[in-house]
C-alpha cells in the first residue's frame, strides 16, 4: 500500500491517466463525434505550460511532470481542433474571454513571487473554460463526460504526487479539479434534460 503512495508512482499514475483521458479525446475529435472549441483549447495550452515552470520554480517536483505532459497533449488538441475546425462559432463572450486569457499572460513576466503568477494563471484557465461550460450546456454530447472523469481524478493524484504542498503547487490542479467535475455535472444534468439517461451518456 505504501508503494502506491510513493511520489514517482503517484507522478507516474497521473501521467498514465492524461494519456488515458486525452487519447480518446483525440480519436473521438478526428472521428468528429467530439468538438473541441478551440480559443478554450488554445487558453489551456498557453496557460499550462507557464503554470508548469511556475510549479517547477515553487519546488513540486515530480508533481509538476503531469502537468507539463498534459500542456503537451493540450497544445495538440489545439491544433488538431483548429484544423478539424471543430467549433469556429465566435460569439461575443467567447472573444471576450479569450481577449482576457492573452493579455493577462504577460503578467507572469512582471510577477517575481510563483504564488501571485499561480494566481492569474489559474483565473485565466478558469475563464478558458467559458465558452466549453456554454457549449456543454447548449449541446452537451459534444463532449464526453468520461474525459472530464478522468481528468478530475488525475488532478488528484498530481497533488498527491507533488514533492512539495504549498498553495503555490496546489491551487492549479485542485481548482481545475473541481471544474472538470462541474462540467461532468452539466453535462450529464444536461444529457438528462433533453433526452433520457443512458450507458451512452458516459462516452
Not at 26 to 41: A, D, E, N
Request: glycine letters at 6%; proline letters at 6%.
Amino acid at each position: 500500500m505504501s508503494a502506491l503512495l510513493d511520489k514517482p508512482v503517484l507522478g507516474a499514475l497521473a501521467i498514465a491517466l492524461t494519456f488515458i483521458g486525452t487519447v480518446p479525446y483525440v480519436y473521438s475529435t478526428l472521428r468528429g463525434t467530439t468538438r473541441p472549441h478551440v480559443f478554450s483549447w488554445v487558453a489551456w495550452a498557453l496557460t499550462t505550460t507557464v503554470v508548469f515552470f511556475a510549479q517547477l520554480q515553487g519546488q513540486g517536483g515530480i508533481g509538476a511532470w503531469p502537468t507539463g505532459v498534459s500542456a503537451l497533449l493540450t497544445g495538440c488538441i489545439a491544433v488538431l481542433a483548429w484544423l478539424k475546425r471543430g467549433d469556429v462559432a465566435i460569439s461575443r463572450s467567447d472573444g471576450f474571454f479569450f481577449a482576457a486569457s492573452l493579455s493577462s499572460l504577460p503578467l507572469w513576466y512582471l510577477t517575481a513571487d510563483p504564488l501571485w503568477a499561480i494566481v492569474i494563471l489559474t483565473t485565466v484557465d478558469v475563464l478558458g473554460f467559458a465558452p466549453t461550460v456554454r457549449k456543454a450546456y447548449h449541446a452537451p454530447r459534444s463532449e464526453p463526460p468520461v474525459f472530464y472523469a478522468i481528468f478530475a481524478l488525475r488532478n488528484l493524484t498530481a497533488i498527491l504526487a507533488l514533492e512539495h504542498h504549498s498553495l503555490t503547487t496546489v491551487l492549479f490542479p485542485a481548482v481545475l479539479g473541481l471544474v472538470c467535475l462541474f462540467i461532468l455535472g452539466l453535462l450529464l444534468w444536461r444529457r438528462a434534460v433533453l433526452t433520457p439517461i443512458s450507458a451512452e451518456d458516459f462516452s
